[in-house]
């Protein structure tokens, strides 16, 4: 893929005597902790293979020139340093626009040329945007010898989504695909950013993700209401228990002070401390090597996103009670944001294509239009691509 691209960006941008680099930065699946990171909890998500691909290089008129392959239709963005505000009319580009602003230095003289290609499906709750700012964090740390290292990267990332984007998230997206090392899970503490890499030794089983391919026009929405509900909960809390986030609250003293909270406070409460909970047991159950228990935490986790939390919906209901009912499944709940987008599977191999033949089918008969699947490989964080060729002109 990459001599292709680089083909491309010379068709594209032309030749001239400076290096070309690549770079890749994964998209993200959430295995568990759903809607915990920005209550301060534990989230526990691996970095994807399939991501963003930048090739970039310096140029000399200090124009800086951002293109898509995803988006070709838009053409080549360009816009000078004094023109990096948010502006609708660029759309995705707005997204390396905000980390560019956040991290070109002021003095530098040369632009930059980029061509952007993603394969991480559009919509699909599996950090997208997270994915191209730090793809163009880390070719902008290398190209500008910035010296940053990762994590800071990480949150300027997402401080990028929350001021620059105007989205509220939190930072587990940008920390799972900054961080992300092959093979392995991340155990975050998002309020402390504390974290630990746990060996995800699947064996004969893997991650399989399903796409409900619903637009998601309530999420963002839902989301908002979702978290405001929770600090509106936890500003409650304050007054009878030392906590600094919903993520330090046990489930004893939930129970305790439950009374000082609205019906609608409750239940969103409950999930977040409960799956706070689910989250730290799954970690010990990936330590131990102990699947079953991880699927089934899994299970409850959906179940508690489902009733509590209320960010499922019938398209992502449909697909995960069909994949509890399949034989070769381990465990299934939705992952990300809710109201559409992905379920995360870990089916045993050799059922893998009944699995998908078997629960696409029910859930096309369910529901009027197929889903998309996808055989998940663990891959590494953002990072400069080191490979023979690399630099050709």
């Known amino acids: ?23 890749f930065a994964p998209g993200r699946v959430n295995l568990i902790g759903e809607h915990t990171d920005y209550n301060g909890g534990y989230v526990l998500p691996c970095s994807l293979h399939i991501g963003t691909y930048a090739v970039a290089r310096l140029n000399d008129d200090g124009i800086i020139r951002l293109y898509s392959k995803n988006f070709h239709e838009d053409g080549i963005v360009s816009v000078t340093k004094d023109e990096l505000a948010y502006d609708e009319r660029h759309g995705w580009a707005n997204y390396p626009k905000g980390i560019i602003q956040a991290l070109m230095p002021k003095g530098a003289q040369n632009g930059i040329d980029v061509l952007y290609y ?19 964090a880390v070719m902008l740390n290398h190209l500008f010898q910035l010296n940053i290292e990762m994590l800071e990267l990480v949150k300027t990332s997402q401080q990028v989504e929350n001021e620059y984007i105007g989205v509220n998230c939190g930072i587990m997206d940008q920390f799972a695909v900054g961080m992300g090392k092959a093979g392995h899970a991340l155990l975050l503490d ?41 600090e509106q909960a936890l500003a409650k809390l304050k007054n009878y228990v030392r906590i600094h986030s919903l993520g330090d609250l046990t489930i004893e003293q939930f129970h305790k002070y439950v009374h000082v909270l609205s019906p609608l406070e ?65 465990g299934a709940r939705m992952t990300g944001a809710g109201f559409g987008g992905c379920t995360v599977n870990i089916v045993k191999d050799d059922h893998i294509p009944s699995f998908i033949e078997e629960v696409g089918r029910m859930y096309e008969m369910e529901i009027g239009y197929a889903p998309s ?16 060729g690399e630099d050709m002109q």
């Open 1 to 23: 893929m990459d001599n292709d691209l680089i083909m491309d960006f010379i068709n594209l941008f032309g030749d001239n005597d400076k290096k070309l680099y690549t770079f």
């Open 118 to 136: 993603g394969n991480i499906p559009n919509g699909a709750g599996l950090s997208s945007s997270a994915s191209i700012e730090l793809v163009t």
């Open 190 to 230: 998002c309020q402390t950013l504390q974290y630990e890499y746990l060996p995800l030794s699947l064996e004969d089983y893997s991650i399989v993700i399903a796409n409900t391919n619903k637009k998601r026009g309530l999420a963002d929405s839902a989301y908002n209401e979702r978290r405001a509900t929770c």
């Open 266 to 330: 409750q239940k969103r409460v409950r999930h977040v401390v409960s799956e706070n909970e689910r989250t730290k047991q799954a970690a010990l159950a990936l330590r131990q090597g102990d699947l079953h228990t991880f699927g089934q935490l899994m299970r409850q986790s959906h179940e508690s996103l489902r009733d509590d939390y209320e960010v499922t919906g019938k398209e992502l209901d449909t697909l995960v009670e069909t994949a509890w009912k399949h034989e070769g499944t381990i």
């Open 373 to 388: 699947f996808y055989v998940a490989k663990i891959g590494d964080g953002a990072k400069r691509l080191k490979k023979e």
